[in-house]
């Protein structure tokens, strides 16, 4: 089955800087990588996602880069601000022809800590 | 966006007696709701995959029997923890997938099962 590995575990940044989470996967029919947030306590949120026909994304301030052949993923997030401040999962998928994505496999995420 | 109701939030029951949990999608149909399990400041770990009408698929270790999933339409889906344990005791997240944005799961915000 699919692995997924993030790293790192806790992330601290200073207000304003770029953050970056890295992921790497193993099963190379994998071709969908979502990102969550998610805050204490409550669900998580998808911030982006890209596919594997896309080697980078980008919506504002958050950014996904997609490395192929080299099964890794990265999520960029510019100009942090406090409310970044959450846990962050990148997770991967496989797509079927005519059908939609199986369940996700989930990096064991990211604590980013945005410092004021 | 799309909405996916989960209940209840917080439930505590004692050893031996059996919970249901329930997931519905409020704004579209859900082909298929998916199950995770989430432990304290961990990952989450997908359980099952549950498409409208037919049996439920789960993923290796996972008892079917222990944790029975009923999928009877569009917008609901249910999970019973049969004969519950405190080591069952955790954070049951589901997620449901629609027919347009097939790849993209919106999940629920969680059940918090507490075991006595």
């Known amino acids: 089955g699919e692995n997924v590995e993030q790293h790192p575990s806790t992330l601290s940044v200073q207000e304003g800087d770029s953050a970056v989470i890295k992921c790497t996967y193993s099963?190379?029919?994998?071709?969908?990588f979502p990102w969550y947030k998610q805050e204490l306590g409550k669900r998580p949120q998808l911030i982006i996602d890209i596919r594997s026909n896309v080697g980078e994304k980008k919506d504002q301030r958050i950014a996904v880069t997609l490395n192929k052949t080299a099964k890794h993923f990265s999520l960029h997030i510019t100009e942090t601000q406090p409310e970044d401040s959450a846990v962050y999962f990148c997770?991967?998928?496989?797509?079927?022809?005519?059908?939609?994505?199986?369940?996700?496999?989930f990096g064991k995420g990211t604590h980013l800590i945005i410092q004021p | 966006g799309a909405v996916v109701s989960q209940h209840p939030s917080w439930v505590i029951c004692k050893s031996g007696t059996s919970v249901k949990i329930e997931c519905r999608s409020l704004d579209f149909q859900a082909t298929t709701m998916f199950w995770y399990r989430q432990f304290p400041k961990q990952s989450l770990m997908l359980m099952a995959t549950s498409n409208e009408g037919s049996k439920a698929t789960y993923e290796q270790g996972v008892e079917k029997d222990k944790f029975l999933i009923n999928h009877a339409s569009l917008t609901l889906s249910t999970l019973t923890v049969t004969s519950a344990h405190p080591e069952d005791s955790s954070f049951y997240i589901c997620?449901?997938?629609?027919?347009?944005?097939?790849?993209?799961?919106?999940f629920g915000a969680g059940t918090r099962l507490s075991v006595l």
């Open positions: 997770a991967a998928s496989e797509t079927y022809s005519g059908g939609g994505a199986d369940g996700l496999t």
């Open positions: 997620s449901a997938r629609g027919l347009l944005a097939k790849n993209i799961q919106y």
């Open positions: 099963d190379s029919a994998s071709n969908y």
